[in-house]
């Protein structure tokens, strides 16, 4: 799926700003064929959720409306108009001038309408309605429940299956773009690297909409320079003396694709794109040719008031944040982020593990992690969720997206699903089976894994390119004591390589909650002393295995959860507060990232 952009034959317009806004209390109902019957407005893109004083707003589970006027400027009319969203949590219904055009469930990945029999020559009325429930059909995973309050009214409530905050609305940009009548429909590069050679060839697919009889591909360097050019709508395209993308070193060419009829140039479009090879061989993860060292984060998009609502100044504060580190990499956890995000993480050369929202897949979901004495723990989750058809198109949604991303370099399939349970491997199996066909460039896969999933007790893991674990041993297993912690995430790591020689295996969660500025004469868990002392007893299990070729640490930065007994004003687990600023152990982590090497760190 093509990124909205304007070129020589296409316009965007942002509908971002001020729209009307309520909340849907199912008492009256609403009529999208009239004006929305509100004055309150709340600011898109964005999460409705902080936005407001009224915790009735805040905490609403259900539906609420949107709703925006536009006009197109006439000369634009005559052009095939496609109304765009980059997301709509988590279902939306679409309504202009009152007739439904569009819906869409699925609140991390964009779609898009054509308007043109829609619209009016003016004052066109754009509303939308969005639910935020999750259950257990939905990804993520909610637990969701009715009631009625003393009035007869039906109440309906979703409690997360997962620990963040159910943010939704509008929360990334809506546009309106124009195409000619026939257009570039789609653009599919990958890239083949001859390392030896220094050279790669790079396929170029382009599919196309309406009558065109001439497609022209040409690769420009980053100046701008034409490189080679070809003439057919799939073609492969030879690049001597290539460029590669290197993690935190990158080199974007862009693939300059015009269609045509009659040779008259019809539609031009410009996709960027990076060449780099990716590799999993001999429990290594290899990225052009050399064993890379994953060092980051696991993330979320969550930012004071926006919530999970894009904030760019945010995305280019924490890339940098990243880089000056010494950190090369993150995760999507756990959702697919914004496009922008992705397209600048493709500039600053920063390694994307790239997760679908498939969250709480695990019906006993919960902190307790007791079941951990018994080895052979087992739940029913793949009896009772119905998520199967939900997780299978957002794998094509998200492969659809993200195919030629250059920062992209692994696939994460879901986090902590209940892997260890009865009726997991048919579950996944075809998934993977899925992705793996799906992606054009065959990137590796995985799942993140929790602690319940043993080397014992999993019955996935042979479906993993790379093992990744998320453990919290001394936190949530033996809360404070990093003696044990030390062993158990040593004995654990043994068994692991012991059992699978040929995957390389990485941390993609390990962390303690930390309250800033809480200090401990005696390393106590949450201060910042404590948060410190566990990872670098971690860091030190880490290196001594050859084949663990990652760290991402969990989290980023404080972010907003729902409540509970172990969250204060959110997770406390971030090496940044929610406002990023640093909390101590960001100077031992710089310290040791930047003295590790982005390849060959394990010999
Ligand atoms: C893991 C989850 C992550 C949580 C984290 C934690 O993958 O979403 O926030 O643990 O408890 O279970 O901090």
């Not at 905490?59 to 000369?75: L, M, Q, R, S």
Request: hydrophobic share 35%; net charge negative; charged share 25%.
């Amino acid at each position: 799926m093509l990124y909205p952009l304007t070129t020589p034959s296409r316009t965007v317009l942002d509908l971002s700003g001020l729209w009307k806004f309520m909340i849907d209390e199912e008492i009256t109902p609403i009529d999208p064929k009239r004006p929305l019957p509100t004055e309150d407005v709340i600011s898109v893109p964005a999460s409705f959720n902080d936005q407001t004083a009224s915790k009735k707003i805040r905490e609403h589970n259900g539906f609420v409306w949107y709703e925006t006027n536009f006009d197109i400027a006439k000369p634009l009319r005559s052009q095939r108009l496609v109304l765009r969203f980059g997301s709509a949590t988590h279902e939306a219904w679409v309504y202009l001038n009152g007739q439904e055009i569009a819906h869409h469930k699925g609140g991390f990945t964009p779609f898009e309408v054509e308007i043109n029999d829609y619209l009016k020559d003016s004052d066109n009325r754009l509303t939308v309605k969005l639910s935020n429930i999750l259950d257990y059909t939905t990804l993520p995973v909610g637990n969701y429940s009715e009631s009625t309050d003393q009035d007869g009214h039906k109440l309906r409530h979703v409690d997360e299956n997962f620990d963040f905050f159910n943010y939704a609305g509008l929360q990334r940009p809506v546009k309106i773009y124009s195409t000619p009548a026939d257009y570039i429909s789609d653009i599919t590069v990958v890239p083949d690297v001859h390392l030896a050679e220094s050279s790669a060839d790079v396929q170029v697919k382009v599919a196309t909409h309406g009558e065109i009889d001439g497609v022209k591909v040409t690769i420009l360097d980053q100046d701008g320079q034409p490189v080679v050019s070809g003439t057919s709508a799939d073609t492969t395209l030879h690049i001597d003396h290539v460029h590669l993308w290197q993690p935190l070193n990158a080199y974007l060419y862009t693939a300059k694709v015009t269609v045509s009829r009659n040779g008259e140039v019809i539609d031009t479009y410009s996709e960027d794109f990076g060449v780099r090879k990716i590799e999993v061989k001999n429990a290594q993860f290899l990225i052009n040719g050399e064993p890379f060292y994953f060092k980051g984060f696991g993330k979320h998009e969550d930012s004071y008031v926006h919530g999970r609502g894009i904030n760019q100044p945010v995305n280019v504060l924490d890339i940098n944040l990243m880089k000056d580190m010494g950190a090369n990499s993150f995760r999507t956890s756990h959702y697919p982020y914004s496009e922008e995000m992705m397209r600048l993480c493709d500039r600053e050369g920063i390694v994307v593990i790239d997760e679908t929202p498939a969250v709480g897949l695990m019906v006993t979901f919960g902190f307790d992690v007791s079941m951990l004495e018994s080895d052979d723990y087992q739940d029913d989750t793949w009896t009772k969720l119905k998520t199967a058809d939900a997780h299978k198109q957002v794998i094509k949604e998200i492969i659809d997206r993200d195919k030629n991303h250059a920062c992209v370099a692994m696939w994460s399939i879901a986090n902590e699903a209940a892997t260890f349970s009865k009726g997991s491997y048919e579950y996944f199996k075809p998934l993977f089976d899925e992705a793996r066909q799906l992606d054009p460039q065959k990137r590796p896969c995985t799942y993140t894994s929790i602690m319940m999933a043993t080397p014992k007790t999993d019955n996935c893991i042979g479906l993993v390119d790379v093992i990744a674990l998320n453990r919290y041993y001394g936190w949530y297993v033996g809360n404070g004591d990093l003696k044990m912690a030390e062993q158990a995430t040593r004995d654990e790591l043994q068994e692991y390589s012991d059992k699978f020689p040929d995957k390389p295996i990485m941390y993609t969660e390990y962390g303690a909650d930390t309250i800033p500025g809480l200090h401990s004469n005696y390393d106590e868990p949450f201060s910042e002393e404590f948060q410190e002392d566990y990872y670098r007893m971690a860091s030190k299990v880490f290196d001594e295995f050859p084949h663990f070729v990652g760290e991402q640490l969990w989290n980023f930065a404080d972010f907003q959860t729902k409540f509970g007994i172990q969250r204060v004003q959110g997770n406390k687990k971030g090496i940044f507060t929610r406002s990023r600023e640093p909390k101590m152990v960001v100077r031992y982590l710089k310290a040791r990232w930047t003295k590790i090497p982005n390849f060959g760190y394990k010999k």
